[in-house]
């Protein structure tokens, strides 16, 4: 019976991660119930099976916990003279007065736009089961969806090469790009952000197989050089893109990946082809980028927004309006999911354009939140942090590498957060609860057992 409850995990999972991306990277209608309805059957098996017991650490838990509870707190309904006292709610509460004079009833909770919070928190459904499912799964079956996750970013990886080598508007299935290379995502930011968290578990894969002590010669010759053609493809992608935070991140990756993932024994072994295999791309980036970044200045940001957009004004001006509108809100914040309606009256004139993001994931959260929402963050880094002292104790095995690589990929995808909002595309959320799965992933706690007289 477990048997088949972890095989029917390891099915709806390999699912959502195969459709997560293909649909404009799930932010249609369609594509985001579809991945909820995923998301759901996922948790009802989960708890329906009691896989998760003694799996999930104490801290996680309180974590998960907590943080949903007061994203639901903010749906809690309030008396009207309360509501109007918060922060932030003067210009609202003027037309909401003058609504009420033509609706009998209307709902105020500490969320100005309830509506948007529900929908943030069922979008949350798809990453907290896939989270949940790998945490409840065995290393084994964990590994095969690895596999799935990394078949996925290859495949979005050669489309996109054939959308920048080919340039055939049907590739890029009626999406905008001015042949800037998208996959099926609809910002070629967010699919740098997926490849680059993917491509340090291709590389563990490598090193296992390098590794191994048990496979024979040939079949050690194949598998290293699959898996190395596959982180291959993983890095040389984003080099193709007009995603500035995406190539940096990509010279850190290059470095860090190799010694986050290895002990001083075995770099002896794997530093040869590592090093041929990561560095030979820093040539292909110093040559590639220099023509895409004459792409952004004079082609793809001239056609929408002021030539200083290209160097990076625009999100300075972004960040700084931002917090003046975290200011007024602070601490209860505005509601989860609240800001692209509510950051539009502090948008300057000078950005004739809706700005549906502030480009910062963290910014984002505490508008949302206020105070809250700093608090998760901050607890959010404290178990990142503490993981990884954790996995330094752990003895070594092939699962190891496999942590340690998705510990790198969530810290590529933190910082691509510090100027973008990747984490607010439902792909790529799910595929970061992913690795934070793996990287939490322990074997269940061994149970006390009682002695009898």
Do not use: C
């Not at 072994?269 to 030979?280: D, E, N, S």
């Not at 959010?380 to 690589?405: E, H, P």
Request: hydrophobic share 55%; proline share 5%; glycine share 6%.
């Amino acid at each position: 019976m477990r048997t088949f409850q972890e095989s029917l995990l390891v099915l709806i999972a390999a699912a959502l991660i195969i459709f997560a991306p293909l649909i404009r990277s799930g932010k249609t209608s369609l594509a985001l119930m579809t991945l909820e309805l995923m998301g759901i059957a996922l948790l009802l098996v989960i708890f329906w099976s009691g896989l998760l017991q003694g799996r999930l650490q104490k801290s996680v838990k309180w974590f998960l916990m907590l943080s949903l509870g007061a994203a639901l707190a903010y749906l809690i309904p309030l008396p009207g003279g309360l509501w109007a006292s918060l922060p932030g709610r003067t210009f609202y509460a003027e037309h909401l007065n003058w609504l009420a004079e033509t609706s009998a009833w209307h709902y105020q909770a500490l969320s100005l736009i309830p509506i948007r919070t529900i929908s943030g928190l069922l979008a949350l459904l798809a990453p907290l089961g896939l989270f949940l499912t790998v945490i409840s799964l065995p290393e084994r079956k964990v590994t095969w969806l690895i596999y799935i996750l990394l078949l996925t970013a290859l495949a979005q990886a050669l489309l996109s090469m054939g959308q920048y080598f080919i340039q055939d508007q049907d590739l890029f299935f009626r999406m905008w790009s001015a042949g800037v290379p998208l996959g099926t995502y609809i910002n070629q930011n967010h699919l740098v952000a997926f490849l680059e968290m993917a491509e340090p578990l291709a590389l563990g894969l490598m090193m296992i197989v390098i590794l191994s002590p048990t496979l024979k010669t040939i079949l050690k010759i194949i598998l290293a050089l699959v898996w190395g053609l596959v982180s291959l493809a993983l890095t040389f992608t984003p080099l193709l893109t007009t995603s500035r935070m995406g190539a940096a991140l990509l010279i850190l990756s290059i470095s860090l990946s190799f010694w986050a993932m290895t002990t001083p024994e075995m770099r002896k072994r794997v530093a040869a082809p590592i090093f041929a295999l990561r560095f030979v791309l820093l040539a292909l980036a110093i040559v590639i980028q220099f023509k895409v970044f004459q792409q952004v200045v004079t082609i793809t940001y001239d056609q929408r927004l002021a030539p200083a957009a290209a160097l990076g004004d625009l999100r300075w001006i972004l960040y700084s309006t931002t917090f003046e509108a975290i200011k007024d809100f602070f601490p209860f914040g505005s509601g989860p999911g609240t800001t692209p309606q509510v950051y539009q009256l502090y948008q300057p004139v000078s950005i004739n354009t809706f700005v549906n993001h502030t480009h910062n994931d963290y910014l984002e959260l505490w508008l949302d939140m206020g105070l809250i929402g700093l608090i998760i963050i901050l607890a959010l880094l404290s178990i990142y942090i503490r993981r990884w002292q954790q996995l330094w104790q752990d003895k070594s095995t092939g699962f190891k590498l496999l942590k340690a690589g998705a510990g790198v990929g969530i810290l590529l995808a933190l910082l691509y957060s510090i100027t973008d909002f990747g984490l607010h595309t439902p792909a790529n959320a799910i595929f970061f609860a992913f690795l934070f799965g793996i990287f939490l992933h322990q074997e269940p706690l061994a149970q006390p057992t009682l002695k009898h007289e």
